[in-house]
């Protein structure tokens, strides 16, 4: 069989000109693919560093739909989503992600915690649960533990905050033996509300083997021992508690002073309190020192003088308040309404104020009901900060 060499001459030209032609069809069809998404995509991102959450959002609605296929996409809208409280659609969003079957294993626990937290901030504790759970042993489990941590002391589970509070300390992510303290503390509370007073004090002694430093453990039984008429008992509780956190002593002094009263150790009570002062002023111990002095028949101007001692090295309007209000004015007929306006101007100066983010209480709180915080809330009042 004979070949023409002219077909073969003519052909390769010609084959040569489809595979160019092919290929410039090729590149056109991918510049336009990599024109139309990045360029919604960095429209975005210009939209959103100038905090124009609504364009950005139009922006990567566009982009998404040009590349359904590309996953910081998805990712990019639904934190834009959740970040303005969108919750449903961020929700869609990392729903449409995890279901998926192209999506790589990184892209899937990451979706996950993207969902977990979705449902975290719309309030959804119990799906934020079983979301969080899907997160152990992957790369996402220390932040799912935290969460999860926070989840369950919102809603008050304190045997659950417990557990993950160890498997937290287990993998070195820092010390929780005051938290889990405060747990203990709060299932006890919750005992001495329906009665139940010997499981409260177990779980206050287990509280106190749990963080021996903790003040808010000695200061509950103290206050329960005082319920039950153990005077004795309970100001040797606030004696210790007093030892074990001296930091606590502001939030100690007035039941201690109360106690020691009752249980006839007034005396030693005012040198306990006089030598803390003397270390570290305060103004709730202050008051403790006047009230102990009062009661051991001491004269009055002469306890009320402590306020006048304080005033020499703290200017304080609350000291000077109290001192004024039991003083002989020289126009006694104006003392109530100066005394009127000075109580006033003290009762912001009176509050507690939280060290993390500044809520202020009229009482002293455990855990901040602004934002959750434990111990943050220092023993001193507002002026001593």
Same mark, same amino acid.
């Given at each position: 069989m004979n070949f023409d060499l002219s077909w073969i001459l003519l052909g390769l030209p010609l084959a040569f000109v489809l595979g160019w032609l092919a290929s410039r069809l090729d590149l056109r069809q991918l510049r336009i693919e990599n024109h139309q998404a990045p360029k919604a995509y960095f429209k975005?991102?210009? @939209?959103? #560093?100038? !905090?124009?959450?609504?364009?950005?959002?139009?922006? @990567?609605?566009?982009?998404? /739909?040009n590349d359904p296929d590309t996953s910081e996409l998805h990712f990019a809208l639904g934190n834009l989503f959740r970040r303005r409280g969108e919750y449903e659609r961020a929700v869609r969003v990392h729903e449409h992600l995890l279901s998926r079957g192209d999506l790589n294993l990184t892209d899937? /626990?990451?979706?996950?915690?993207? #969902?977990?937290?979705?449902?975290?901030?719309?309030?959804?504790?119990?799906?934020?649960?079983?979301?969080?759970?899907?997160?152990?042993?992957?790369?996402? !489990?220390?932040?799912?533990r935290l969460a999860l941590l926070a989840n369950y002391e919102r809603s008050r589970d304190w045997p659950q905050a417990a557990q993950v509070a160890q498997k937290l300390a287990a993998a070195n992510q820092g010390s929780f033996n005051a938290r889990l303290a405060h747990y203990l503390c709060e299932q006890a509370a919750a005992c001495l509300a329906n009665q139940q007073t010997e499981p409260a004090l177990s779980l206050l002694q287990e509280a106190i083997i749990t963080a021996p430093?903790?003040?808010?453990?000695?200061?509950?039984?103290?206050?329960?021992?005082?319920?039950?008429?153990?005077?004795?008992?309970?100001?040797?509780?606030?004696?210790?508690?007093l030892e074990s956190s001296p930091a606590a002593t502001p939030l100690i002094a007035a039941n201690l002073a109360e106690f020691a009263v009752k249980s006839g150790h007034a005396v030693a009570a005012l040198d306990l309190l006089k030598t803390n002062y003397e270390q570290s002023p305060?103004?709730?111990?202050?008051?403790?020192?006047?009230? #102990?002095?009062?009661? #051991?028949?001491?004269?009055?101007?002469?306890?009320?003088?402590?306020?006048?001692?304080?005033? !020499?090295?703290?200017?304080?309007?609350?000291?000077a308040?109290?001192?004024?209000?039991g003083e002989k004015l020289e126009h006694e007929q @104006?003392?109530? /309404?100066?005394?009127?306006?000075?109580?006033?101007?003290?009762?912001?100066?009176?509050?507690?104020?939280?060290?993390?983010?500044? @809520?202020e209480a009229k009482q002293h709180f455990w855990q901040c009901p602004g934002c959750q915080a434990w111990d943050s809330y220092p023993a001193r009042r507002v002026e001593e900060l």
């Open positions: 975005g991102l210009n @939209f959103l #560093l100038n !905090e124009q959450q609504d364009q950005a959002i139009d922006a @990567f609605i566009e982009a998404v /739909q899937h /626990q990451r979706a996950q915690h993207a #969902l977990a937290l979705d449902y975290l901030k719309a309030g959804l504790l119990d799906r934020a649960e079983a979301a969080l759970l899907k997160l152990e042993g992957t790369p996402f !489990e220390a932040q799912a430093d903790a003040a808010r453990p000695r200061i509950a039984i103290a206050h329960l021992l005082h319920s039950q008429g153990k005077h004795e008992a309970a100001y040797a509780a606030l004696v210790q508690a305060s103004l709730d111990v202050l008051d403790a020192i006047v009230a #102990l002095e009062a009661t #051991l028949k001491h004269p009055s101007s002469t306890a009320r003088d402590w306020y006048v001692r304080h005033l !020499e090295h703290e200017p304080s309007l609350v000291a308040s109290k001192w004024i209000a @104006f003392h109530p /309404q100066v005394q009127r306006a000075l109580d006033h101007a003290v009762k912001p100066l009176m509050r507690y104020r939280c060290a993390a983010c500044g @809520f």
